[in-house]
């Protein structure tokens, strides 16, 4: 009924035209007119939940996923890589994936013209970053340092002295860049200028120092940045392939392709890896000991109770065939649990996030280095949030508290000169001499 009205009413209006010499409509008339008629039509209950915009419906999602794969594949091999060369390696591949994220976001905000009338003001960005990554890295690593070149004299009074001014140093640095803003301020340019100001801190505080705690968890134990940023690559897998394959209920509207189904079999997949990876992990000293300094050197060490397996036995009501009577279990897997919980419900939510920025932005993605993936900061969008995690709850729930020989020694070495380490040498012997007894 609506079609015959439709085609009426077109007809109709042809006639008027030639009745009052107007000459034929536009030719896209009719297209028009029968486009709005299909706005008003009701749309069915797959394009109401968005199905089309789903991976399961997505012709083409087979060659979007050999392309993804690939590139999986690559990352994840060089990352293999990395972790096996070492804490410096792993450091330095953090600070190359840093720069290369403020890189992607600080070109977001920028324009053409107006930084060819701001010579050298681009380079004001990268100052800012220079000088946190130099305070961040260096209230992190500055007793890594120190115990390194304890052996050259000069060279450690140089450090030695560096470390003990760097607050200083680093704040003056910043002011230096405050007043280089400043004087680079220029007439019709202020709006311009001061969201470029404000765009680079908001990366500084967003992106670089969530990103940087990841380096304190390296040096703690290479396990504690390699479990929750394994984590996080399982999530990130698995969440694609669910929803690759059974997704069909939305999830978030910020993430059109985010699917309950990928959500959840991504969560149970990632609690279950984390209980598992922790145990694996654990077995090797290159990963669970610390790195007290800069060196490259293999490590040995006493894992601690952490890395011990402890017997559980399997309660009464297993029945009798079942064929283990008990299991062993490090106590590193009941922690691995909760970072595998966090992986899997709240550090999704820093990819959400993200895809609100980039939807606020109208960006697909933040950059296209890595094909069929987008930009470094599409990827590192959930690992900046459990590394904050991962090093709190490594604070605050598995390193010990009390005081240590190694503690105090490592305080000694970063407080105080050599002539007072000296000084406390001599005296601490004299204590220790009063103290032993006497041989008769």
Not at 18 to 32: C, Q, Y
Not at 145 to 167: A, E, F, G
Request: hydrophobic letters at 45%; glycine letters at 6%.
């Amino acid at each position: 009924m609506r079609l015959k009205t439709s085609l009426w009413q077109i007809e109709k209006l042809k006639e008027m035209h030639k009745e009052n010499n107007i000459g034929d409509p536009p030719s896209n008339f009719t297209t028009r007119l029968r486009h709005r008629k299909r706005a008003n039509e009701v749309l069915t209950d797959a394009q109401k939940s968005c199905g089309s915009r789903f991976l399961v419906n997505d012709r083409n999602k087979y060659k979007s996923m050999l392309i993804r794969t690939y590139s999986s594949i690559r990352m994840i091999g060089g990352f293999i890589f990395t972790i096996y060369m070492g804490h410096m390696c792993i450091w330095l591949l953090v600070v190359g994936i840093q720069i290369c994220m403020a890189n992607e976001l600080f070109n977001l905000l920028r324009r053409a013209n107006e930084d060819r009338q701001l010579p050298g003001f681009r380079n004001l960005n990268w100052h800012f970053f220079f000088t946190a990554m130099l305070f961040t890295y260096g209230r992190f690593l500055s007793q890594h340092l120190v115990n390194t070149i304890t052996t050259d004299k000069l060279l450690y009074r140089l450090v030695s002295w560096i470390v003990k001014y760097q607050m200083f140093i680093c704040y003056f640095l910043y002011i230096a860049g405050f007043v280089w803003f400043i004087l680079t301020l220029k007439k019709r340019m202020y709006k311009y200028q001061f969201r470029q100001y404000a765009w680079t801190h908001m990366i500084l505080l967003m992106v670089f120092a969530q990103s940087s705690f990841t380096v304190a968890n390296i040096f703690e134990g290479i396990l504690w940045f390699l479990l929750p940023t394994s984590l996080i690559i399982i999530n990130d897998i698995t969440a694609y392939f669910f929803g690759f394959f059974f997704g069909r209920t939305p999830l978030i509207k910020l993430s059109p392709n985010k699917t309950w189904e990928g959500f959840i079999g991504a969560s149970v997949t990632t609690i279950f890896s984390a209980f598992v990876l922790a145990n694996v992990f654990g077995r090797f000293q290159w990963l669970t000991c610390p790195r007290k300094d800069l060196s490259t050197g293999w490590l040995s060490c006493d894992p601690g109770p952490m890395f011990k397996p402890e017997l559980y036995s399997f309660p009464g009501w297993v029945p009798p065939w079942f064929p283990w009577k008990e299991i062993s279990i490090m106590p590193v897997q009941w922690h691995a649990l909760a970072l595998g919980l966090f992986a899997s419900i709240i550090a999704p939510f820093g990819g959400f996030f993200a895809s609100g920025f980039k939807r606020a932005f109208k960006l697909k993605d933040f950059g296209d280095s890595i094909p069929g993936h987008g930009g470094i900061t599409d990827r590192m969008d959930c690992q900046m949030v459990i590394a904050v995690f991962a090093y709190i709850y490594y604070q605050s729930f598995v390193m010990s508290q009390n005081l240590s020989v190694e503690v105090i020694l490592n305080q000694i070495l970063r407080n105080l000169s050599l002539e007072e380490q000296q000084l406390l040498y001599m005296q601490l012997g004299k204590i220790v001499e009063e103290r032993l007894p006497v041989p008769y």
